[in-house]
């Protein structure tokens, strides 16, 4: 059996040999032990689970090596299910709360933060406290600040930063959506949770001249990692530059549902067909980011029933309505709507706009951040387009 020094080599090679890991952070994710910083109760998905509570836990006592090879993994490691309070038989979990983040993609948004040695950097999310240590190895301990909402999740961080030698982190219990304006200001802001909107307070809390990089998302796409600049006019500007998906912020999460919740009504569905392919919609990004800015509050999945049939899912469930494509062999395919919105008459409406404007990919749509909210443009030159679709929202909401 290997041990932790042993796994946690063979997770810096690979990440090396895959091309994920910046060299600027190899020392860091070499001297830095993540086992020390996982819970000795974590979840695993198990889809014969039964029930709705499908996460089922994995303590480490009852199974030392397992739990060590899921700490070293190239996987993320669910820490926390339902917010602290499990709600299923024996400790299962329905929804996942906290995590710690796949290595590759933990590598990828360091060096995507472009932050040196002796800079100041405030981390909205700290979770089990891994990354705060990987930013203190690199930048120096007392140079990092993190924010975590949950303080039973703080609680453990905090020892296990001290645990590791970096007891200078700065940990706070707090809505990381507020920053932490005693320790401003800040060269860089590194958000591990997801955001529809940008906070303020992370631009308004950083140097101008320096960055704000967060995962970014809709209902429908969530799946950008945001890089913002930060102007001396108190407005941060910038573009999604990679892929990322995260759990949402606290503040903006969108809530776990099964479709058996939603998809229902059959007495008021509507019938159509298309010749639209649902990889269109929702299997090119570039599309996908396009149709969650002009069709809100709907989200997204497919359902695979063969390697060449399946059944697509529009879901708002907000106002619970609901959409189905269902993929067979050859066009055309059948399309049910129910409820007080045509879904997929709005992601059809979108793609096609989308054609329409030459299919711009999604580094072409620009984030502005300002006091007065964030505006999302698409630039198809040096200018917006007159025609661009904009999604803006505003501090008042």
């Known amino acids: 059996m290997a041990d932790a020094e042993v796994l946690r080599g063979r997770m810096v090679e690979g990440l090396v040999r895959q091309g994920e890991l910046d060299e600027r952070w190899r020392a860091a994710f070499t001297e830095v032990a993540r086992h020390e910083f996982i819970p000795d109760l974590v979840w695993r998905h198990d889809p014969d689970a039964g029930g709705l509570e499908d996460l089922v836990p994995l303590r480490r006592c009852d199974d030392p090596q397992g739990w060590l090879e899921r700490a070293y993994a190239n996987a ?3 820490t926390q299910v339902d ?4 709600i299923g038989e024996g400790g299962c979990g329905f929804e996942v709360t906290s995590s710690a983040s796949m290595p590759a993609v933990v590598a990828q948004m360091l060096a995507a933060l472009e ?7 405030l981390e909205i999310g700290t979770g089990t406290g891994y990354n705060a240590a990987l930013l203190a190895h690199r930048l120096g301990a007392g140079n990092v600040v993190s924010v975590e909402v949950d303080p039973g999740v703080a609680e453990h961080a905090r020892h296990a930063l001290v645990a590791a030698g970096f007891g200078a982190v700065t940990v706070v219990s707090a809505d990381g959506a507020e920053g932490y304006l005693p320790g401003a200001p800040y060269d860089r802001v590194i958000s591990t949770a997801a955001v529809a909107e940008v906070p303020y307070a992370w631009v308004a809390q950083t140097r101008p001249g320096g960055r704000v990089l967060t995962p970014w998302g809709t209902p429908y796409y969530p799946g950008g990692l945001l890089a913002l600049t930060v102007h001396r006019a108190g407005t941060a500007t910038g573009r999604v530059v990679g892929p990322a998906s995260f759990m949402w912020l606290r503040s903006q999460r969108i809530p776990r549902y099964t479709t058996s919740q939603i998809v229902r009504g059959e007495d008021t569905v509507r019938l159509s067909t298309t010749d639209l392919h649902p990889w269109s919609v929702a299997g090119d990004t570039h599309a996908a980011t396009a149709i969650g800015l002009r069709v809100p509050k ?3 999945f497919y359902h695979p029933e063969s390697s060449e049939t399946g059944t697509l899912y529009l879901v708002d469930q907000w106002s619970r309505s609901w959409a189905t494509l269902h993929l067979t062999t050859e066009a055309p395919y059948e399309v049910r709507q129910s ?17 329409d404007m030459g299919k711009p990919a999604v580094e072409a749509w620009r984030f502005t951040n300002d006091p007065s909210g964030q505006r999302i443009d698409l630039l198809l030159s040096d200018e917006p387009s007159s025609d661009a679709s904009t999604a803006v929202f505003p501090r008042d909401e």
């Open 83 to 86: 917010d602290g309070h499990p």
């Open 115 to 121: 932050a040196q040695p002796g800079m100041r950097v």
């Open 339 to 355: 409820g007080q919105r045509a879904l997929w008459d709005e992601v059809q409406a979108a793609y096609r706009w989308w054609l």
């Open 298 to 300: 709907c989200e997204t």
């Open 76 to 78: 993320p490691v669910t």
